[in-house]
């Protein structure tokens, strides 16, 4: 989702280098890891089982179930989104050869926006046909990605990634990075004439990072 950086002249680089505030970034992906992972286990935990007694019937049981179903629908969505997140930023910091002060309060950005995904996930389980649920889930995945993307912008600004992507390759995620916030754009609206469009919009955008992302790197 973050792009990197442009070819840089070494007078350029030792100056960035030289300016940066090293901090090992074992430490920012290790802190990094551990917050997804709370998110994760967070949102778990808000798919409900249902109450099944000696008495209900076989038939209430599945109607339960039933019901439980857009939570776990909406876990799903949620799971996936975080999941090309955080391989995308393993890629990222794969790609980053130092590190400076700014580096922790965009990762910090990131992480703050991913965090409250339980928030919206679970009011798009609760309200699933709701155009209101959509357009929270939108807006919030709206903030994550434009985080995402200016953390490898700043990067990418300050020289502090290895010039390791050929122009064809960087113009290819600065369009995919154009179209992705498109589209979630489009999503906080498009709920008010079928929240199906917006589903589809949460289903594509991540997609793009997981089957895409994977040719670019092989090429």
């Known amino acids: 989702m973050a792009e990197t950086e442009q070819p ?3 007078d350029k680089e030792k ?14 992906e290790s802190f990094s890891d551990g917050v997804i992972a709370i998110i994760i286990t967070l949102m778990i935990l808000n798919v409900k089982v249902p ?3 000696g008495e209900t019937t076989g038939g209430d049981v599945w109607k ?3 019901f439980a179903f857009p939570q776990l629908v909406a876990y799903v969505l949620s ?7 955080w391989v995308n930023h393993h890629h990222f910091f794969h790609a980053l050869k ?3 002060r700014n580096i922790l ?3 910090l950005n990131l992480l703050f926006w991913l965090s409250l995904i339980p928030l919206p996930t679970y009011f798009l389980a609760q309200h699933p046909f709701r155009a209101e649920a959509t357009a929270l889930y939108g807006f919030h995945v709206l903030a994550a990605s434009v985080s995402f993307i200016g953390l490898g912008r700043y990067a990418r600004r300050k020289f502090l990634m290895h010039h390791n992507l050929s122009k064809r390759r960087r113009r290819r995620l600065s369009l995919m990075n154009r179209v992705s916030v498109a589209l979630y754009c489009i999503s906080i609206f498009a ?13 594509i955008v991540p997609v793009m990072y997981f089957i895409p992302q994977k040719i670019v790197l092989e090429e």
């Open 79 to 85: 799971f996936i989104l975080l999941g090309v997140y």
């Open 8 to 10: 840089v002249s070494g």
């Open 64 to 66: 339960e179930l039933a």
């Open 191 to 203: 709920g008010y004439f079928s929240v199906y469009i917006s589903y589809a919009i949460f289903i």
């Open 15 to 28: 100056k960035a280098s030289g300016s940066s505030f090293e901090i090992g970034k074992s430490r920012i």
């Open 98 to 100: 130092t590190t400076d």
């Open 105 to 107: 309060w965009w990762n």
């Open 51 to 53: 109450d099944i007694t």
